[in-house]
């Protein structure tokens, strides 16, 4: 196939979201099947790869590479970050650089040294860098970090080092894992990495147990467009505050960062609105200070959702009106959806298990108003609450 033919079925095939009706496409191009699956890996590339880097359309990708690469956003907001902390950088140590996500970020800023172990991946990362032209700014280096750190040469190219980024592969042996000691090289290697260099920021999974890190650095939960992204354990003077672990959550784009505190928080009946967290506050536990911030109560206290009589607009928070707070019943459901003119109807559980498939069966709704149907606890109670997108 030559050149600008597969062009042209690459950017077409894009334009297809559901990936079998992208392969249907290309056979009823009459594209081969070994083909097919080069170009679908090739529209992967392009889709995916936009959602994290501007300039995707240049830059090569492995599927594992590009699903572990640190998309612009969070790259940029961290190197905000360490250049905050730090006042300034000579150098930093990206000791586990994939494609290069996180170098071509700090490399726009400082000198960078590169530590990559599989040669598949330098090739392509020596490539992004040059998409970036970034090539006088970075040191590539091939080889396994777990034994350059023993090395005296290697030692020696990181005089005027500041700060040190690890990103271990969270591929264990039976694929994706969230358990830190399975990570490539583990968790644990980060003591070996502190005697290096005291600033180390280091990105884990959002699946991790927070509970237990037990290591001496800030924990800070990072979102990015209302999904999380990451979680990043920060050491040294990139910890906000030396005499205490902080933990800390940030929403991207809009960078807006809060520490947790641990105020009472009341449980009340719900109110005229219903508020939604941002994932990142959700999971680094700061519900309790949202409620404080915004003088919030919540409905159980156990569940994610805060309520208040004021209609309030932040990042922060999703908000709903909240129309009709009722029983799990599916007729009343309907006959509330009905009453109120409310045909077109999202569904959503915290805290009570419910079967979706069977729900968008069997509530319908009627009218032409679009709404929200809430499963969850309110006080001990399984309720519905109605809402409408404020
Ligand atoms: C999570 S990815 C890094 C992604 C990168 N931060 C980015 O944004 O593109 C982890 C990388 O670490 C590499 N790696 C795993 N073990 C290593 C080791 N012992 N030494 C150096 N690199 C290693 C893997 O090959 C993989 O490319």
Redesign the pocket.
């Known amino acids: 196939m030559n050149h600008d033919n597969r062009e042209r079925l690459i950017a077409e095939a894009s334009k297809i979201r559901d990936i079998n009706k992208r392969r249907k496409y290309l056979e009823a191009q009459r594209v081969s099947d070994e083909d097919i699956d080069g170009i679908l890996d090739d529209v992967h590339y392009k889709t995916k790869g936009r959602d994290k880097f501007p300039r995707a359309s240049k830059m090569k990708f492995t599927r ?2 590009l699903a ?3 998309g612009k956003a969070v ?1 940029e907001y961290r190197t905000w970050k360490i250049r905050s902390q730090l006042g300034s950088v000579r150098k930093a140590l ?11 970020a700090m490399a726009l800023r400082w000198p960078v040294v590169a ?4 040669p598949e ?1 330098i090739e392509v ?1 020596r490539h992004n860098i040059e998409v970036y032209g970034l090539q006088n700014k970075v040191e590539v280096v091939q ?6 750190v023993n090395d005296e040469g290697f030692k020696s190219s990181l005089s005027e080092l500041d700060v040190i ?1 690890f ?5 264990g042996e039976r694929g994706r894992t969230v358990k830190t000691e399975e990570y ?2 583990p968790l644990s ?1 980060v003591e070996e990495l502190l005697k290096i260099c005291p600033n180390l920021c280091v ?1 884990i999974s959002p699946g991790t147990d927070l509970d237990r890190i037990r290591y001496n650095c800030d924990i800070e939960v990072i979102s990015n467009r209302g999904e999380v992204k990451e979680v990043i354990l920060w050491f040294g003077k990139l910890k906000l505050d030396q005499e205490k672990k902080t933990a800390l959550a940030t929403k991207l784009p809009e960078k807006v960062t809060m520490e947790r505190t641990t105020p009472e928080i009341e449980v009340t009946q719900v109110k005229k609105y219903l508020f939604e967290p941002d994932p990142a506050y959700i999971k680094g536990r700061l519900i309790d200070t949202l409620a404080q911030q915004y003088e919030l109560t919540q409905i159980h206290s156990k569940i994610a959702y805060l309520t208040g009589d004021e209609l309030l607009r932040t990042p922060l928070l999703k908000t709903y009106e909240v129309l009709r707070v009722t029983g799990t019943e599916q007729d009343e459901i309907n006959a509330i959806l009905g009453e109120l003119e409310i045909g077109r109807v999202d569904f959503k559980a915290r805290g009570m298990s419910v079967d979706m498939r069977k729900i968008h069966e069997k509530i319908q709704g009627r009218g032409r108003r679009r709404g929200l149907v809430v499963f969850t606890m309110v006080g001990k109670n399984n309720a519905a609450i109605i809402c409408r997108y404020a």
């Open positions: 594992d590479g572990m690469a640190t790259a990206d000791a586990c650089a994939g494609i290069g996500g996180d170098t071509i530590v990559e172990i599989d991946m990362f080889g396994d970090i777990t034994k350059l980024f990103d271990p592969s969270r591929r490539t090289p290697f990105k």
